[in-house]
Each structure stands twice: as structure tokens, then as C-alpha cells.
């Protein structure tokens, strides 16, 4: 952890929240009463997309979508410490879809990048999920995860863009095209804004500019709408992916390989000419200098992260998981009407 990373989040007064699909992982940074660092991590099998929404925290893991609030009054503190605590509220059973990004909708709704079925989809009742949109190169709903549809931009409650690795519409088409077959796509008008990418993920709507992570080249960047071209701002030593913004700073995640090398990708020849190893954890980058002014680094079995939310207003904050002895022992209750 860089030294001034804690003195970050305390002007800043937020908190992070990190997922790790390799590991099953749901973390959340934070300060404790002393200034120190706090991580509070609970198992979540396959954590993926983060999504927090008017003091509400989004969760997509293996088969489920989870909505945690938090039970503590203003005052109140768990074991004299946690300022925050996210209980799992509502839990729906998706499936095996592979969820990626979440969102909300301006209608309160759960909207999230059902990957295996290669679209956006909501929440419904009584069924798994409903479709609400799907690339125009995508002939059919089907369970083939034929282009990786992975990221959602949102903006005024309706997503807006997302990333793909390919437009490949036959099974697993996707994994052929992982160099320099990445897009992004205009939601509303169904077409390509900008392709030629490396695997993209996370594209967000920040200041006027579309930022996405090009994964495959290590790269933070902007879309420049007039000529449909990819943008770089700054190379992070890593496989890229979550992407959260607060005044002038990016959050950016970064992970290390799956199978030690990032084969058939830029980023491993970036890695060699920068000498560099690949990184684990997240970066902090001055959206003006383009600089990395913070950072926080994982070392050991844990290679592989998902997702990054900046939580505002946070100083220290906690979650459970359903289902264990510890979530099952607390109870809360409404003030009366």
C-alpha cells in the first residue's frame, strides 16, 4: 500500500469496495478509528459486479444478484468500529448466466451484462431473467457466451454503452478475436462506437467522456466520439478491469494472469519493455497528469480481480454473507410506524 493512500481516502472521505471472482471475494477498504487500514472480506462465490446505488450495494456472483443495505443507524458502530454494515436484503437465483456489470435503472430495476447469453437483462419474478437488449450481430438468446459482453456504462438510469471482446456471433467465437477484436457499442442506437480493441471491459460515462479499460494492452482511456478511435491516457502494469471515479481520480483494477503469461496479448510485450511484473490490486490515477498518485498491491494467491465501486460518505464498512452463522445471528428491526 502506498503511504498516502489512507490520507487519500480520508480527504476524499470514501471507501473502496473490490471484487475477486478467483478467490470468491467480496472486500471492502477502509479506515479504522486509529487511521489505519481496514479490509473487511466475505465470501461470495465468484464476486463480480459492483454496483452502489443510493446507500444500497449491488452484487452479481455465481448464479445470484445480491442487494445488501446497510442496518446501522447514523450513530451507531459495529464492535466499536464498523460504521457501515451490508446485510444481503434480496437475493435472486439468475442461474449459471455469468453475470458481469450492474446497474439501476431510473425505474428502480436491476439491470445487469448477462454474458452467457450475450445480452443486457433485468430481474423478473418469476423467471431466471428477461432480456432487455442485445447486440444487432447477435442473432439469438442462447447460452453460448458467442462475444463476452462484459461492460455497462450508465447514464441517467439507462445503459448507455458496453464492451465486448468480439462481435463473433457463433459459441465461444469470442476467444479467437481476444488481440484486436474488442468493441464498444452504442446501446440506444445498437451499433460499433469504436472497435479494434483488446478485450474491454468497464466502460464508464464520466465528465462528458466515455472511459474504458483496454484489458489486453494495460490501458486507462477515453472514446473520442468524432473519429470512433480508442484514446490511451495511461498504462497500468496489469490485466485491467473495475473502474470507479470520484473527483479527479480513477479507481482502476488490476490483476495478474491466469496461467502466468498474457498470451496471444499486447500486454505482454508491454510488460517487457516496461520491465515490469503484472500487478495485482488497484492503481489511483490523476485524471489530469495521468499519473498513478496511490496504489494498494496483492500479493499472493489471490491474481485475479473484477470490479472496483468508490462508496462515498464511508469511513469503514462490513458485509456478511447470506446464510452464515454470523448474518443468521443478526437481527434488526424497522422504526414503528
Known amino acids: 500500500m502506498s503511504g498516502g493512500l489512507l490520507s487519500l481516502l480520508g480527504r476524499l472521505n470514501i471507501s473502496l469496495a473490490v471484487t475477486s471472482y478467483q478467490s470468491g471475494r467480496l472486500y471492502l477498504l477502509g479506515r479504522n478509528p486509529k487511521g489505519g487500514l481496514m479490509v473487511n472480506e466475505q465470501y461470495f462465490r465468484k464476486a463480480m ?50 453475470a458481469h456489470d450492474v446497474g439501476i435503472s431510473d425505474k428502480g430495476e436491476v439491470l ?12 423478473s419474478d418469476r423467471h431466471s431473467f428477461r432480456p432487455v437488449w442485445k447486440p444487432s450481430f ?59 480493441l483488446s478485450m474491454p471491459h468497464s466502460p464508464r460515462l464520466y465528465r462528458g467522456k466515455l472511459w474504458v479499460l483496454n484489458s489486453g494492452t494495460g490501458e486507462l482511456g477515453v472514446v473520442n466520439m468524432e473519429s470512433n478511435r480508442f484514446e490511451p491516457l495511461v498504462f497500468c502494469p496489469g490485466f485491467l478491469r473495475g473502474l470507479s471515479f470520484h473527483e479527479n481520480y480513477a479507481f482502476v483494477g488490476l490483476s495478474r494472469p491466469r496461467y502466468e503469461r498474457f498470451e496471444g496479448l ?52 462490513k458485509s456478511f454473507s447470506p446464510a452464515t452463522d454470523e448474518s443468521l445471528g443478526i437481527v434488526t428491526i424497522a422504526d414503528e410506524c
Open 138 to 196: 447477435i442473432s439469438k438468446i442462447i447460452a453460448e457466451d458467442r462475444c463476452h459482453l462484459n461492460g455497462m456504462a450508465m447514464a441517467e438510469g439507462r445503459p448507455r454503452f458496453v464492451t465486448a471482446v468480439s462481435k463473433s456471433d457463433t459459441i465461444d467465437g469470442w476467444r479467437d478475436r481476444r488481440s484486436d477484436g474488442g468493441i464498444v457499442m452504442d446501446v440506444e442506437k445498437n451499433s460499433i462506437v469504436c472497435e479494434g
Open 112 to 123: 445487469f451484462v448477462n454474458t452467457r447469453y450475450n445480452c443486457i437483462s433485468t430481474l
Open 49 to 98: 459486479g459492483l454496483c452502489y446505488h443510493e446507500g444500497s450495494l449491488y452484487l452479481a456472483a455465481l448464479g445470484h444478484i445480491y442487494r445488501m443495505e446497510n442496518c446501522l443507524r447514523p450513530q451507531e458502530r459495529m464492535d466499536s468500529l464498523f460504521t457501515q454494515c451490508f446485510l444481503p436484503r434480496t437475493t435472486h437465483l439468475t442461474g449459471q448466466v455469468n
Open 266 to 317: 499486447a500486454l505482454e510485450d508491454r510488460l517487457k519493455q516496461a520491465d515490469s511484473e503484472p500487478w495485482t490490486g488497484v492503481q489511483v490515477i490523476d485524471l489530469t497528469t495521468g499519473s498513478c498518485v496511490q496504489w494498494f498491491r496483492i500479493d499472493g494467491p489471490i491474481a485475479e480481480l473484477y470490479d472496483v465501486a468508490v462508496l462515498p460518505d464511508i469511513v469503514c464498512a
